[in-house]
């Protein structure tokens, strides 16, 4: 089997499953936002779900929650989230030193993820890994941009980046369907939270199983 190379000189990374595990921050912030609305769930493995999707269509589509119900469970989200949650969150091993192959290697890094830019750019800071990348692109607080789709085509336009010579990386559909509506090539990861079968079912570029694999695809 040919191992794939990457060569683009642009890679934007989503955030949440891909170059961090936020397992429980984001799933104890859940958990204390359906407390607020009367809903006990003990279980924080069933809500794995809500990493990586935008929070607000994932509150509405696992409770079936009006919009304005779901606002409000996002604002519960967010009071945990900004104090405790966003801490509550490591970097995924060997993350450091592929991040530090690509700057070597002179790519221009971003981050492309649904997580509202406040927060990301806060996490990036905190766990030591900011420097590597030219810009962080995120979401509004009020949604906008929490879409992959309308995220990716922001950044692109923002940044002038050549559609060729770019490549998004993640491990949900989402990062995959942003990706591919835009014109770019796709690597799955699947290390993060995303199936196999969620990831094979958009027909990524590239499809990684582990971490290691990718790094190794970097140095080809």
């Known amino acids: 089997m040919t191992r794939p190379a990457l060569h683009h000189p642009n890679i934007l990374f ?3 499953g891909t170059l961090t595990d ?11 936002a359906l407390a607020k609305l009367g809903i006990d769930e003990p279980d924080l493995q069933a809500l794995e ?3 990586g999707p935008p929070l607000l269509q994932c509150f509405m589509h696992s409770y079936d929650f009006d919009e304005a119900t779901a606002w409000q ?8 989230f900004r104090q405790v949650g966003l801490y509550e969150n490591q970097l995924f091993g060997g993350v450091g030193a592929m991040l530090q192959l690509l700057q070597r290697q002179q790519r221009t890094l971003y981050i492309a993820t649904s997580k509202p830019t406040v927060f990301a750019e806060q996490i990036a800071k905190h766990f030591g890994f900011a420097q590597h990348f030219k ?3 995120g979401s509004e607080l009020d949604g906008t941009r929490t879409d992959k789709v309308e ?8 940044e002038q980046l050549p559609k060729e010579g770019t490549l998004m990386i993640g491990d ?5 369907i942003g990706a591919k509506r ?3 090539d796709a690597a799955a990861v699947g290390y993060g939270f995303g199936s196999f079968a969620e990831l094979q079912a958009e027909a990524p570029t590239y499809h990684f199983h582990s971490l290691a694999e990718l790094h190794q695809a970097f140095m080809r």
């Open 14 to 16: 989503d955030l949440d």
């Open 22 to 32: 936020p397992r429980e921050g984001i799933t104890r912030s859940v958990q204390h």
């Open 49 to 51: 779900h809500f990493i």
């Open 73 to 80: 469970a996002v604002n519960h989200y967010r009071e945990r």
């Open 135 to 137: 810009v962080i692109y």
């Open 151 to 158: 995220l990716i085509a922001h950044l692109l336009e923002c």
């Open 172 to 176: 949900r559909k989402h990062d995959l």
């Open 182 to 184: 835009n014109g770019l």
